[in-house]
């Protein structure tokens, strides 16, 4: 952990630093709160000890400074014990701990791993707060189809390493999935792991999100902001859809990728940062490259290990288990306990369908198909058209959907509106692929029971 000291005694510096940088952590001084403050806003800090009486100042009246700066680390309150009724007074008020003065290295080493447990708990929380807003299904790791046993195969015996991690595949194949599987088996496995969406802003943001921004970096820079390398410190950074990295940032990702070191927006400190970089894309990489839109150095700084995730049709023998495991995550979510299951004729459908937006897109329907069937059985006419329309059984009374066949607008409309709306998250991404507003992908939903769904 990053440790600032504040304590105007010379003596108290040295000791407990010599102590920190023994048990692996990092130490910074301060001798009073406002030289506290300026060390906080150059450094992000994990925990503070805090001396109670700091020379001509009030420990707790710069505790109070600390946090109306907001800065929320935990910090650690340094007391003699003649003054250790205000340190218990100084808990009550939101002070993580104290140490008595004089203090030996165990006390220290005992206060930081309580601290180290509260933080770990925190981080936890996080992640489930993370899974369940995101509804996550559940993320299976056995295959029938070779190709993905070699793929499990490769990523366990990288994971333990620190080796850069390159996911190549279409959309909606799993390669967060696999990012997130590869970190959890990882030595990091207890550090964050924290997502940068390549594509989701523009460059000047993308640059603050992942480097981070000094006060005044441009406009709406309103404080100093700490970057996703910071972020993941000591954990795992995944740069998601990294084949829309812009040029520009491109150059800075390789630098810190060669050295480890970056600077934030706006400043010229250099920082180092301990991260290990996966990345995905669904872009050919190689070339994009030989084509000039992608820096042919960093491809290969990424492509030290690399996958590639294969379609969902070419994985036919995974698409039952993956069927059923996604039909009673959700039954279980919707209260249906474990009874729900697939007639004869809807199975054969989704197995005989291509599936173009892969596992994404069969989590999506069947969770939809779910909410709209009547008790606890998917029958066929609960599917979509076009998966019903490439049934194996031949119980399906419409030919696939063709442009140029004989069928009306309104069999085609429905037919691709429910194909963006099954190989996308939400409404809000699939209205902008559809070139519709979101009200408009509404009504058309309304007006079209096959249509009829709740917004994911």
């Not at 140029?404 to 902008?432: K, M, P, R």
Request: aromatic share 6%; glycine share 6%.
């Amino acid at each position: 952990m990053k440790v600032l000291i504040v304590d105007d005694e010379a003596n108290i510096h040295k000791t407990t630093s010599i102590a920190l940088r023994a048990m692996g952590h990092q130490a910074f001084s301060a001798y009073s709160g406002s030289q506290a403050i300026r060390k906080l806003e150059e450094n992000k800090v994990d925990v503070i000890f805090l001396d109670l009486r700091l020379g001509p100042e009030n420990g707790l009246e710069v505790y109070d400074k600390i946090r109306s700066e907001g800065f929320e680390m935990p910090i650690i309150i340094f007391t003699a014990f003649s003054s250790i009724s205000t340190a218990i007074e100084a808990t009550k008020k939101g002070v993580f701990d104290y140490v008595l003065k004089p203090f030996v290295p165990e006390q220290i080493r005992q206060a930081l791993d309580r601290v180290g447990k509260n933080l770990s708990l925190e981080s936890k929380v996080e992640e489930l707060k993370t899974e369940v807003s995101e509804s996550a299904p559940p993320a299976l790791f056995e295959s029938q189809d070779k190709s993905m046993q070699a793929i499990y195969r490769l990523t366990e015996r990288a994971a333990p390493s620190d080796a850069t991690v390159l996911i190549l595949g279409p959309s909606g194949t799993g390669k967060t999935v696999l990012a997130k599987r590869i970190h959890s088996l990882s030595k990091r496995s207890k550090n964050p792991f924290v997502v940068v969406h390549c594509p989701s802003l523009s460059k000047e943001l993308l640059e603050s999100e992942l480097f981070g921004h000094v006060k005044g970096a441009f406009t709406g820079a309103v404080k100093d902001t700490w970057g996703k390398i910071e972020a993941a410190d000591g954990g795992t950074l995944f740069l998601d859809e990294i084949g829309d990295l812009p040029l520009e940032i491109q150059a800075k990702l390789l630098r810190f990728l060669q050295e480890r070191q970056y600077e934030r927006v706006g400043e010229t400190k250099t920082r180092t940062g301990n991260v290990r970089i996966i990345a995905a894309t669904n872009k050919d990489l190689q070339k994009d490259a030989q084509d000039g839109r992608f820096r042919e150095d960093l491809f290969y700084r990424l492509n030290v290990i690399s996958v590639v995730m294969p379609p969902l049709a070419e994985r036919p023998h995974d698409i039952k288990g993956l069927a059923q495991a996604f039909l009673q995550h959700h039954a279980r979510r919707q209260g249906r306990g474990d009874a729900c299951t697939f007639s004869d004729s809807a199975l054969a459908a989704i197995l005989s369908y291509s599936w173009p937006g892969n596992i994404r897109e069969l989590h999506n329907l069947i969770e939809r198909c779910l909410i709209l069937c009547d008790g606890g059985t998917i029958e066929l006419d609960d599917l979509p058209m076009e998966v019903r329309s490439q049934s194996a059984d031949g119980r399906s009374s419409r030919s696939h959907i063709t442009i140029g066949g004989h069928f009306t607008l309104e069999e085609v409309e429905e037919a691709h509106i429910n194909g963006v709306l099954n190989s996308t998250d939400n409404y809000q991404d699939a209205a902008e692929i559809l070139g519709i507003n979101k009200t408009t992908l509404y009504r058309k939903r309304k007006r079209n029971p096959e249509l009829e769904t709740a917004d994911t």
